[in-house]
């Protein structure tokens, strides 16, 4: 049986135009999902996706693991990791400290995990790998939101050119936009690419 594919399944999101930025309507969707502040590259902030993926990994895997039998699963491949980034207080980023980050980290999961069978995984994982963050991982909602996305191919540190595309495409179609917080989805793994061939989903949230 095939695993059920989120990045085509949600194509208008995780196969966003590197080219042209595009609103789309992103549906209900729940994540499994850490908050945190602080610098991206510091312990913390790395113990928080490896909890993540801990127990995200043991859900996929729960149809091979006779304690974790979830009702009506299905095999899925495992959604890339997101992040949700705003600053603290909503202090200006003035482009060194990155102190001022708050973020929450989260991959999505299918409607069939309950919050039974979360807390389920999370037990079994944590019993096997000592991490700290494990406690704070917990299951949340997002409700159904207006967002404008695009493609963003390069470093992290050149995003602001991708989000002044993006925002000059929301006022010449109408929109606005909500918030300084913008997401990100990671579509590559960042230990292991060059910084100059990441390709990462950006998104904030817009109104009319």
Not at 82 to 108: C, P
Not at 138 to 162: N, P, Q, Y
Request: charged share 30%; glycine share 4%; with cysteine.
């Amino acid at each position: 049986m095939d695993k059920i594919d989120y990045k085509k399944v949600y194509s208008m999101l995780y196969k966003a135009s590197a080219k042209k930025a595009a609103v789309v309507d992103i549906p209900t969707l729940q994540f499994i999902a850490i908050r945190g502040e602080g610098e991206p590259g510091s312990d913390l902030f790395t113990q928080s996706i490896q909890a993540l993926y801990g127990i995200a990994y043991t859900i996929s895997m729960s149809h091979a693991n006779d304690d974790l039998q979830i009702p009506n699963f299905q095999r899925f491949v495992c959604p890339p990791l997101e992040g949700h980034w705003s600053t603290i207080n909503g202090a200006e980023y003035d482009g060194v400290d990155q102190s001022v980050f708050e973020w929450e980290l989260r991959i999505m999961m299918p409607e069939f995990v309950s919050e039974k069978y979360f807390e389920k995984a999370r037990s079994i994982v944590s019993a096997k790998k000592n991490n700290p963050k494990f406690d704070e991982v917990a299951l949340i909602t997002r409700e159904s939101k207006k967002h404008c996305v695009m493609m963003h191919i390069g470093s992290f540190d050149t995003e602001i050119k991708t989000f002044k595309t993006m925002e000059t495409y929301v006022k010449e179609n109408g929109y606005r936009r909500k918030s300084r917080d913008h997401e990100e989805i990671y579509l590559s793994d960042f230990r292991r690419v060059s910084s100059d061939k990441l390709k990462t989903v950006l998104a904030f949230e817009v109104g009319e």
